[in-house]
């Protein structure tokens, strides 16, 4: 239950989070899937919106929470590999993935089953590592791959393409945590992540004065001084041509 408590409040994943569920649109009855759930609080943030929420995750812990957390009728969580999707073609009208397509070996294998189990039309709404910021050197990017298991960095270029592959046609794209000050208040995040476990209250301190003191620094400096061609986090929709 920790993970799932610093996970909404991290400095990170805030405006991200946000922003994708805004993108999304989630309707009353439409059928939402919900790529690598995690613990299901974002399907829950969606399916409070009237949607029928199908979640799909790997990691067991995870999915056992999101199952504990869960009474609503308008979600459902199953165990599976996205690589190898096993869900009925065209049954959903959107879906949604929140910084998990860069974990995938064969991320062109999920965009295809994505493209084949939403409905014609259909809108797919995802974010992913970048790191694209200038100042990030390739040692941080190095660390960033071993710590997170990161298999691909995007830019908008590499995931204009990619979807172009898998048979979509990308509609917006923005960068996020796209400044310096940012990117320091970001680096104190990840050492707070490599703390052992004998710290964790040290890192939930942590992880609160970054929320409730970083964040409104960084949403200064990237209302005055953002930038639209770099960032740590890529945001993404795109439609099923």
Known sequence: ???????????????????????????PGERI???GCGDGSNAEAIARRGALVTGIEVNRERL????????????AFHLMNAEQMELEDESFDKAVS????????????????LNRVLKPKGMLVLSADSLSNPEITDAERNAH????????????ETVRKKLDEAGFQLERAKYILTTPLTLTLVRLSWRLDDLSSRLTSLKA???????????PLSDLSEHFAGRRDSGLTLLVRARKR
């Open 33 to 35: 899937l919900d790529v």
């Open 64 to 75: 056992a929470i999101a199952n504990r957390k869960s009474v609503g009728s308008r979600i």
């Open 205 to 215: 301190l942590g992880y609160l004065a970054l929320r409730f003191v970083g964040k």
């Open 145 to 156: 791959r071993r710590r997170y298991a990161v298999n691909t960095f995007y830019t908008i």
């Open 98 to 113: 929140f910084c998990v397509i860069e974990h995938f070996r064969q991320d062109h294998r999920v965009l295809a089953h």
């Open 1 to 27: 239950m920790l993970y799932t408590l610093l996970n909404r409040i991290n400095l990170r994943r805030v405006e991200e989070c946000r922003t994708l569920i805004r993108w999304l649109g989630p309707r």
